[in-house]
Structure formats: structure tokens, C-alpha cells
């Protein structure tokens, strides 16, 4: 299929496309400021915005699923006001590399899910290191031969790490 061929996006209505920016276009005198004070390009974070839509999205799932856990995926947004606003909020978060989970560990969260592809023997050693917060998720079986190899050079009487295996369907995966 071409890019020819494929069907138009469909426009939002103009009155729910208003609605929703009603509320930014009201308060554009404050923006003004910022910028004007500030300059532009800029970054604004409504950290109370931020925390009440964590609140609404948690407790919708705790309605139905109170043993439930939260994480943000750095990766969507790597600004750290942003991944501290959710660690207040009773986030953990789901790191995607070396550089992610560096961060935080020094946002010095508790909860961290490490999930990246292609995880380097630095980046395991690091996430051995904070074993008390982080659990790895594997993406294959050689990846959990290395760890086991990292954990055996961290000594024989080392606590185990919290690991997630990645299944696949597909036996040549």
C-alpha cells in the first residue's frame, strides 16, 4: 500500500478539538510571561496536572486490580522533573538503557523495571549493583548466560537478582 492509497485521517470535530485547547488558549497571558521571561523554545511541566492524571489513572486500575504496580517508560519523556513528578506519585520506573537506569538511580527511585533490548555486561553489572530496586527484564537466553556469569563474578554467596523472562511463540525466536 502506498502512502497514495491510504485512507485520509479523520479530522476531530472542531467542537471537541476546541474544548480540549480551550483551556491553554485562557491561560495564554501566563505563557506569554514564561517565554517572554524565559525565552523560547521552552519546556512547561504542570507537575500538579501530571500527578492528578497519575492519581485518575491509578486508582483506575486499583478499582479492579488493587495489587497492581505503576511504571513510566522514561523513553516517552527523559526530562527528569518528569520521572520525579511520578516517582512522588507512587510511580516506578521502566528504564530502556544504561543511560535511563543511571538516571534513576539518581532520582533515586525504588521501583525500576529494566527492560531494554540489547542490555551491554556494564549495564547488567550496574543493575546488579542496585539489585534491591531494579528487576531486569531478559530479552533472551543468552542474556540470562551472561548474568549468570556476572553474578558468579560478584561471589558465590551474592543475593539473586529479580529477573523477567521474555517468551516468545516462535521456537526460532
Known sequence: MSIDTLPATPLLP???????????????????????KHGSP??????????????QFSTAFNR????TSFYFAMKSNNHPEVSATLLE???????????????????NARDIIFS?????DEELTLAIAHKDRVT??????????????????SGPTTPPVRVGIRLTTNPNG
Request: aromatic share 10%.
Open 14 to 36: 472542531r467542537e471537541e478539538l476546541e474544548s480540549f485547547v480551550a483551556a491553554y488558549f485562557d491561560r495564554k497571558n501566563q505563557y506569554q510571561s514564561v517565554v517572554q
Open 42 to 55: 521552552l519546556w512547561i511541566l504542570e507537575s500538579g496536572v501530571l500527578k492528578r492524571n497519575a492519581r
Open 116 to 120: 531494554g533490548p540489547g542490555k551491554t
Open 136 to 153: 531486569l527484564l531478559l530479552d533472551s537466553l543468552g542474556e540470562l548466560e551472561r548474568l549468570k556469569t556476572l553474578m558468579s563474578e
Open 89 to 107: 506519585s507512587g510511580f516506578g520506573l521502566d528504564v530502556s538503557s544504561g543511560v535511563e537506569l543511571t538516571s534513576a538511580l539518581a532520582l
Open 64 to 67: 479492579f486490580f488493587p495489587e
